[in-house]
């Protein structure tokens, strides 16, 4: 009988001790790097729905390495570079994650269910209510998104490439992945990947900032006050119906994302409560799932060790800082344009992180004065900066496509 050593029998470390060095220490870290991601999503101090399978995804894929046929290293998870259809058609039926990411993920489809559960959680009559007042909040937090464009093309990236790394800074994560998809497909793997890590942090890292560049006082600054119209649900979905079909006529090729936030509104002001139920509970859980799950198990060490993706961490990290500096500025401008009465916090929720942003303002001024509400506010910049974030990848494909 044939001797079976211990490498042999356990492939995992056989692979891991035949790597390379830097590709050994790289899987070693990100299965590390996947266990704090599940611990701080466990914790909330990271968006857990998002982060749980995708640090799990992530600590397998690197554990889960083999010996393919030939010698050939990999794994059973998926492979997004497989391009050729035979070959394709073969791997979907033993890379047991390759039929969603190719059907869902690579296509843009995920983003869109995911776009049209968001939908069914907005109430666009916060935009509504104060329209002026959450559009300037949302232009002013897409800062990083065109600052970070000419820095990205001055590192060496393409405008294409640039572009689709700059969208990080609207911390809209099925917009990052859509944009990607259309103008740098070579590179959707880490941008997508880096940002949707960085819009987990927003969660955790956000609230340092608040406290950092704005007083406690102000921190604290009651808005309940300041209730504004009331807007029926005929107003809102001509409003959906309008803003949706002016979009799409404006920018064809975000035309699918536009569809699918709207549609989600739509639904939720038609009354219709079995499509709300399937789509804001159905879709969007289930898409959030498999999104985590196949952004984990994407973080493969060979993928992420490209010299671009160290590049592409700062720049995601400098996007998201200078969108929400440009959102606290925006809010303080209104601050002292309204004498006072509004809490400059609110700046922040323009970040479109949808509704992550919006509950840790309200979270914080909530610690700060318990009887404060900034949630409608907050809301408003909050879905405005989904519009604008749409808008502002719409034009990127549209000149660089």
């Known amino acids: 009988m044939e001797t079976i050593s211990f490498l042999d029998l356990f492939q995992g470390i056989a692979t891991l001790v035949a790597s390379e060095p830097k590709v050994m220490i790289g899987r070693i870290f990100l299965m590390l790097l996947g266990f704090l991601l599940i611990y701080l999503g466990s914790k909330n101090v990271l968006e857990p729905l998002l982060m749980i399978p995708m640090g799990l995804g992530m600590s397998s894929i690197n554990a889960g390495v083999m010996f393919?046929?030939?010698?050939?290293?990999?794994?059973?998870?998926?492979?997004?570079?497989?391009?050729?259809?035979?070959?394709?058609?073969?791997?979907?039926?033993?890379?047991?994650?390759?039929?969603?990411?190719?059907?869902?993920?690579?296509?843009?489809?995920?983003?869109?269910?995911?776009?049209?559960?968001?939908?069914?959680?907005?109430?666009?009559?916060?935009?509504?209510?104060?329209?002026?007042?959450?559009?300037?909040?949302?232009l002013f937090a897409e800062l990083g998104t065109i600052a970070v464009f000419p820095i990205a093309v001055g590192?060496?990236?393409?405008?294409?490439?640039?572009?689709?790394?700059?969208?990080?800074?609207?911390?809209?994560?099925?917009?990052?992945?859509?944009?990607?998809?259309?103008?740098?497909?070579?590179?959707?793997?880490?941008?997508?990947?880096?940002?949707?890590?960085?819009?987990?942090?927003?969660?955790?890292?956000?609230?340092?900032?608040?406290?950092?560049?704005?007083?406690?006082?102000?921190?604290?600054?009651?808005?309940?006050?300041?209730?504004?119209?009331?807007?029926?649900?005929?107003?809102?979905?001509?409003?959906?119906?309008?803003?949706?079909?002016?979009?799409?006529?404006?920018?064809?090729?975000?035309?699918?994302?536009?569809?699918?936030?709207f549609v989600g509104v739509a639904v939720r002001e038609s009354g219709l409560e079995n499509f709300s139920n399937l789509i804001g509970e159905t879709f969007l859980y289930g898409a959030t799932f498999f999104l985590g799950l196949t952004l984990g198990v994407l973080c493969e060490a060979n993928t992420l060790l490209e010299p671009t993706v160290l590049k592409l961490l700062l720049l995601g990290m400098l996007a998201l800082l200078i969108s929400a500096l440009g959102g606290i500025l925006g809010g303080y401008i209104l601050y002292f344009a309204t004498g006072g009465k509004f809490n400059p916090m609110i700046g922040i929720a323009g970040v479109s992180c949808v509704p992550t942003t919006a509950k840790v303002v309200q979270k914080i001024a909530s610690s700060v004065n318990p009887s404060a509400i900034i949630l409608p506010q907050a809301l408003g910049a909050n879905i405005s900066g989904v519009i604008t974030t749409a808008i502002i990848s719409g034009i990127y494909v549209a000149f660089l496509r």
């Not at 030939?70 to 890379?95: C, E, R, S």
């Not at 590179?187 to 007083?215: D, H, N």
Request: proline residues 6%; contains cysteine; aromatic residues 12%.
């Open 155 to 261: 590192l060496g990236f393409t405008e294409q490439e640039a572009a689709a790394v700059a969208t990080i800074g609207g911390a809209d994560g099925p917009m990052v992945l859509f944009t990607s998809l259309i103008l740098a497909k070579h590179l959707f793997v880490p941008i997508t990947v880096v940002g949707y890590l960085y819009l987990g942090l927003t969660y955790g890292g956000y609230p340092y900032l608040i406290k950092w560049l704005i007083p406690k006082k102000l921190q604290g600054i009651n808005m309940a006050g300041d209730s504004g119209p009331v807007i029926g649900r005929s107003q809102k979905l001509i409003f959906a119906v309008v803003t949706c079909t002016l979009l799409c006529l404006l920018f064809p090729v975000a035309a699918p994302l536009f569809f699918s936030v």
């Open 68 to 138: 393919l046929e030939g010698g050939k290293m990999g794994t059973l998870f998926v492979d997004p570079l497989m391009a050729d259809p035979v070959d394709l058609v073969n791997i979907m039926q033993i890379n047991w994650l390759q039929p969603i990411y190719t059907l869902t993920f690579s296509n843009g489809l995920i983003a869109c269910f995911v776009f049209m559960g968001i939908g069914v959680l907005l109430d666009v009559g916060y935009v509504m209510a104060r329209p002026f007042q959450s559009m300037i909040i949302a």
